[in-house]
């Protein structure tokens, strides 16, 4: 599959308000396009640098907003779960189930919006990776390493963050899922119900997570510039929701 169409295959499977963020590839594969000097003219390299320069701000600016609120939701989370566990015993069980019920779709939601964003951040990288390929290609320049090198360094490559807390929204569900034997039924119940409750959401994750997959151990080509590596979270939770087989991507 062409890289073009991948991408925007990508997109649609994202959010919806989260569609005008990711990098303009169309728009820059057609300024490419429209470099005809080998080199090229200062003029055109500008133009060029000028609009990727704009599109990393741009990903930079989602990322940093959506880390930030994420941050926050994870400290609430982590109290409103406290606070439920704590107050079990004093509040009837049907108000208890109630309170864990609305906890659980609040975490399945949460899990998986922070995976859309890791997502993102390699659909990006991996845009711009592409593009500037095509560019020193269509030029004859040598743009794309030192340009991925300072792209390495923004903000939305640096997802140490988000990972860390998607490993902790992990734990969250270990906790407010029934594990006892007795509780796998209702447990399976509750997971099923979720899933069929949060659908957008949980769709979005599942293709993410595969996708990342996909595109961090599928590359014939290993570099410095690759992106890492990635390894889900060993969770029974988590892959019970896993789809048989793999969105191709290629």
């Known amino acids: ?24 590839y169309k728009e820059l594969k057609q300024i490419v396009g429209s470099i005809s000097g080998c080199p090229p003219s200062p003029a055109d390299e500008a133009e060029f640098v000028a609009l990727l320069d704009s599109e990393i701000d741009k990903i930079n600016a989602f990322f ?20 439920a566990l704590e107050r079990k015993a004093a509040v009837p069980a049907a108000q208890h189930e109630a309170e864990i019920a609305e906890i659980r779709r609040e975490i399945v939601n949460f899990h998986g919006e922070m ?5 993102y951040s390699s659909i990006n990288y991996i845009g711009a990776a592409k593009i500037l390929k095509k560019y020193d290609k269509r030029t004859g ?35 407010v899922f029934p594990t006892a034997p007795e509780g796998q039924a209702a447990a399976r119940r509750d997971r099923d119900a979720l899933a069929a409750a949060e659908q957008r959401i949980f769709r979005n994750t599942v293709a993410a997570l595969l996708t990342m997959q996909d595109v961090r151990s599928g590359s014939s080509t290993h570099g410095r510039h690759s992106l890492p590596p990635l390894t889900l979270p060993d969770s029974d939770w988590l892959r019970s929701f896993q789809p048989p087989s793999p969105i191709p991507i290629q």
């Open 1 to 24: 599959m062409k890289f073009g169409k991948w991408l925007k295959k990508q997109i649609e499977q994202s959010l919806p308000e989260w569609r005008e963020q990711f990098v303009s």
């Open 64 to 83: 940093l907003e959506q880390e930030e609120e994420f941050i926050i939701m994870h400290r609430e989370l982590q109290e409103v779960i406290k606070t």
């Open 115 to 119: 995976v859309l964003l890791l997502n």
């Open 141 to 175: 320049g040598v743009l794309r390493l030192p340009v991925i090198e300072t792209v390495r360094e923004q903000p939305f490559f640096k997802t140490e963050t988000v990972s860390q807390m998607v490993r902790e929204c992990e734990a969250m569900m270990e906790a």
